[in-house]
């Protein structure tokens, strides 16, 4: 897996008269793990959107290895891209195999090493039995782990997980924390939204917040008196 830097320089978001947020700088190192917090309706999810490139942002630019994101595109790319996990994911008209499958399908390698990597995908997330079963008859917490064994599957250098974790159970959350353990040891990083801490923000070693149209850094990496100790980006 290829490991990669992101950074942000001059990024705001407005909607007409509104200002979400305005970012002067932001960078993502290799191997990091982020928590993004925030209350309803102040950007995060529109942050992600536009670090993952499905959002353009109103000023500013979002550069991978100091190239403008804008240029490259890692659609069905292996190692090395940047994927986005929405907390309802969608899924495709089929099998719970061929929802995991369906980035494979771009890579450059064959059938079988497809195959061998989906069914290990789903005994990762406890599905392996229902991989022939269709898509339909999965549970919104089953849904989930389809979306997170299809993004593992691709082996992201980057993967936001926007409030994947939200209304599940913990052993749903405990197989999202299996595979995004496995991610960080092979050198990914992760920007995890979440409303709660659970055992899959306390993988995070940094704190963000949206505050006041600002992205705001918390200073203590247990997440313990987050009004006192923060400071600003500059």
């Known amino acids: 897996m290829s490991q990669i830097s992101i950074q942000a320089d001059d990024l705001s978001m407005r909607f ?6 305005h970012i002067p700088q932001l960078n993502i190192g ?11 309706g102040v950007g995060k999810t529109t942050l992600l959107k536009i670090l993952s490139g499905l959002q353009k942002p109103t000023t500013g630019h979002v550069n991978l290895h100091h190239q403008n994101w804008a240029s490259r595109f890692f659609r069905g790319q292996r190692d090395g891209g940047v ?4 907390q309802t994911p969608y899924m495709f008209d089929g099998t719970v195999f061929d929802n995991v499958r369906y980035g494979l399908k771009y890579c450059f390698t064959d059938r079988q090493s497809q195959r ?8 990762l997330v406890g599905l392996e039995t229902l991989a022939d079963e269709h898509i339909s008859v999965l549970s919104g917490g089953e849904r989930q782990r389809v979306a997170m064994a299809r993004a593992w599957v691709l082996k992201p250098s ?6 994947s974790s939200a209304s599940l159970d913990a052993e749903s959350i405990e197989r999202q924390v299996l595979l995004a353990e496995d991610l960080l040891e092979r050198g990914a990083s992760l920007v995890i939204t979440s409303h709660q801490r659970n055992a ?14 600002k992205l705001v850094e918390r200073a203590d990496l247990q997440l ?6 923060h400071y600003a980006f500059a």
Not at 158 to 163: F, G, I, K, S
Not at 200 to 213: A, D, F, G, V
Request: charge should be negative.
């Open 116 to 123: 061998n990597e989906v069914i290990n995908a789903l005994r």
């Open 158 to 163: 980057v993967l936001l997980m926007d409030e």
């Open 83 to 86: 994927i986005y996990m929405h």
């Open 200 to 213: 899959l923000t306390q993988l995070c070693r940094r704190h963000w917040t949206i505050s006041q149209n």
């Open 30 to 40: 290799p191997q990091e793990a982020i928590y993004l917090s925030g209350d309803n």
């Open 16 to 21: 007409k008269d509104r200002m979400l947020f």
């Open 224 to 229: 313990v008196n987050e009004d006192k100790n």
